[in-house]
């Protein structure tokens, strides 16, 4: 067994985490923040306070890229608290740039990828002791960063991997090519993490993965999402949700399976990217904006209250305006609560790159602000049906913009603002369920008063 560093006698005694991108990166932070702490290390909020600062990175989209690079230099000059600050990179950019990291940015100490993150205790040593970067980049996993110690970032919420990597490769996305091929979890695994975290008092997890819905098709020659979530219903955690799904993959048992087990929430986030057959065969999404509304109808039919979340992309090389007009007609039949919508962000390294573009930078800008407004239209209409009702809300905290009221969210994922009695501090509530009765409805957010009892 190797022998762990001790990390506070190198003067490596805080740290403090920048976390970017997907819900996988959150969880991997958890189970770095735990394996610092079972070393000896406190965390800390400060930079000033950070003897190391830990980078967990996207590239999701060039903004990411910017995004790190603006950050690590801006801390170039921040003086640390024992006279030397070591900065690590992990994540998506790590895993792809490598050595090529500390060569753009002169004061980035440590580079690991998406599958070492259990080495960068080691590597943290070996840049304190050394003086010169450590760099390490690993092709493939031999485990699960679910093994590893975790500090959570809420008690009562966890991120629970049960895939990682992606078999897909969309023409446009990075992901495969730095998360790895696709990987399931054995299914006793999670349950036996499940039952766990139910112990531990855990009220709602999210099943994590690049593709959800393909879950166990390595390990047991066939899908078996449909079961898992029968088996998270089984456990006495009050929510489940799950991210992402492929389109391609909702499979109809799996929808049944969403419409039968109570814990399992009415929300479900299924990334179009475009409503155009033209483009999505570009993309290689492996299905047609029929196929996808076909799945919206079966979905409604076994949830009718269900509340859909999507990804799209505009503005991806070729797309037209008739391509463009598709994707708001399928927007307007699915009928979003949320859509998280982008301008094509050109990728090194994917077929999309090589693609030619055919539009101006002003007429996607044009496309991207008529979607924005078509999909917070179609968020205030299905939010105005919740006005005078009592919804159940898992309380977050206090709110961001108003701390004197509660933040939380429905069975839907709907945010909800509601105040709390006089004294009563918002976080106190934290992880505990509470009823809201809805007086206002707006395009993003519900508010209203607790429902006493």
Request: include cysteine; proline fraction near 6%; charge should be negative.
């Amino acid at each position: 067994m190797t022998q762990l560093p001790d990390l506070p006698a190198l003067g490596l005694e805080t740290y403090l985490i920048r976390t970017f991108g997907c819900q996988m990166n959150k969880h991997d932070s958890e189970r770095i923040a735990g394996m610092l702490e079972s070393l000896g290390m406190l965390p800390t909020s400060e930079v000033e306070q950070a003897d190391v600062m830990v980078f967990m990175t996207c590239c999701v989209r060039e903004a990411a890229d910017e995004r790190l690079y603006g950050q690590v230099a801006s801390y170039k000059n921040v003086p640390s608290p024992h006279g030397r600050r070591i900065i690590a990179v992990g994540g998506c950019i790590g895993q792809r740039d490598g050595m090529g990291l500390t060569e753009r940015l002169g004061n980035i100490d440590v580079v690991f990828g998406t599958h070492n993150i259990a080495h960068l205790p080691s590597l943290l040593a070996q840049a304190a002791r050394d003086e010169v970067p450590a760099v390490e980049v690993l092709d493939e996993a031999d485990g699960f960063s679910t093994e590893l110690p975790g500090i959570r970032e809420h008690a009562w919420h966890a991120w629970v991997p049960i895939t990682y990597g992606c078999d897909n490769f969309c023409t446009y996305c990075i992901v495969p090519y730095v998360r790895g091929r696709e990987k399931s979890r054995p299914f006793e695994d999670i349950r036996s993490e499940l039952i766990t975290l139910a112990e531990q008092g855990v009220h709602e997890v999210t099943l994590l993965g690049q593709n959800v819905n393909s879950y166990g098709r390595d390990l047991y020659g066939k899908p078996r999402f449909a079961d898992v979530l029968r088996m998270a219903g089984e456990t006495p955690i009050e929510r489940i949700r799950f991210a992402t799904s492929h389109p391609k993959d909702l499979l109809d048992e799996t929808i049944q399976a969403m419409a039968e087990v109570p814990s399992v929430m009415p929300q479900l986030h299924l990334p179009v990217q475009s409503g155009s057959d033209v483009i999505l065969k570009r993309m290689n999404r492996n299905y047609t904006a029929a196929r996808y509304l076909d799945r919206v109808r079966r979905l409604r039919e076994y949830v009718p209250d269900i509340a859909l979340s999507t990804d799209i992309i505009v503005g991806f090389p070729g797309e037209t305006e008739q391509d463009f007009q598709d994707t708001l007609a399928l927007c307007r039949e699915a009928r979003y609560h949320q859509a998280f919508t982008f301008i094509y962000s050109k990728r090194g390294g994917t077929p999309a790159a090589r693609m030619p573009q055919n539009a101006t930078h002003e007429e996607i800008q044009s496309r991207l602000d008529r979607l924005v407004e078509l999909v917070q239209e179609s968020a205030w209409q299905l939010n105005q049906q919740e006005k005078g009702s009592v919804v159940e809300i898992l309380v977050e905290g206090a709110s961001r913009k108003d701390p004197t009221m509660l933040a939380g969210r429905t069975p839907k994922n709907q945010v909800v603002h509601a105040k709390v009695p006089e004294g009563c501090a918002p976080e106190s509530l934290a992880g505990t369920f509470r009823k809201v009765a809805v007086d206002t409805a707006r395009t993003w957010y519900l508010s209203g008063s607790l429902v006493e009892g």
